[in-house]
């Protein structure tokens, strides 16, 4: 039984009721009887047990007492995954920018860390909000782990199911316990919010130092581990990162239109000197260079990946299903990439030895 006992006898809502309530599912529980504004978050423990929305000690009383009986709540899992799939923007939807498209397709395929920079208006935001439309789709197991972040922190707003790939963009004012979790009671942070999609660090020099540093173990392992007095959590962390940047502090280094006012040396300087470890170049293995985002690329016509491999998938239905999925297996992302998305739902196909070649690099070690 979970829930928080108002003085009037109602029972109110709590955070983590999904986390908790997949405990009864190892130790064998019938149910778990919880707040009723909790039940749908819950409805997708499975493995047998009952979840029971009460609203009052009344209502678990007289169900106790088989005075009263209360129906089980449950949730079409593939209707919530069918409906997440609709992003409000699509990647197709960049014009030109071949090879910055390019490089993130192979990022997002191997699941690697991403800096871009550029000019001022170059599309490097509305690129970084695009690559969750790309990543091959989210499992249910990835979906549940996510969603129990998410449940931790009372934001799920009565959905089952966190069923797309997060995407986490927070303001560059951020503290270091906002970005990776902390306070006096452990709280997971943007990082663990994002866990299995993209963190995306937008003007990136503009954030303190010190947020960027306390990255560094966490983005190697995946995992933040916080101990405090009463004892040690440890947060799940396994994002895409995306940096993004202007190329100089004016912005304008690359730009053909305006004139920089900064040095190349200065520039050079930058990055390391300013950024910290977060933007160290052996953590961003795919970066978008300056030329790759601007100018005559940005309007040139080439043939979209993205827009190729949807087309794929569309004629894939029509074949026999024994031949799709033998196409499948020997040529998408997933037999190449770390990610491991559910099997045929990968959103992206391509070339497989390019992928090959993405995936083995796997993420910034
Ligand atoms: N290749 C492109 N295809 C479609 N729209 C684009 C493209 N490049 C830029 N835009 C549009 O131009 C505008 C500016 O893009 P965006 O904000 O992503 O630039 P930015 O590189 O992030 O600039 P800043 O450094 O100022 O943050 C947006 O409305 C974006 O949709
Ligand atoms: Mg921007």
Redesign the pocket.
Known sequence: MLGELALDGRIKGIRGALPTALLARPRRYAGVVLPRENSTEASVVGGGVAVLGVESLRQAYEFFEGLREVVPTTSDISSAFGAAADHDVDFS?????EQAKRALEVAAAGGHNVLMS??????????AKRIPTILPAITFDEAIETTKVHSVLGLLDGRALIATRPFRAPHHTICDAGLIGGGPVPRPGELSLAHHGVLFL??LPEFRKNVLEVLRQPLEHAKITISRVMGTLTFTASVMLIG?M?SCPC?FYTDPQHECSWSPLAIQRVPLAHFGAAARPDRHPYRSADSE?QGAD??KPGRDLVVDSRARQRRAPARSKARASACSSSRSIVSAGTRAPSPGSSNLRAPSSTLTAAGRSRRTT
Do not use: F, I, K, Y
Request: charged content about 25%.
């Open positions: 939807e960049v014009r030109g920018r550029g000019p001022p208006g170059s599309g490097q935001t509305m690129l937008d003007e993004a202007n912005g985002v940005r309007l």
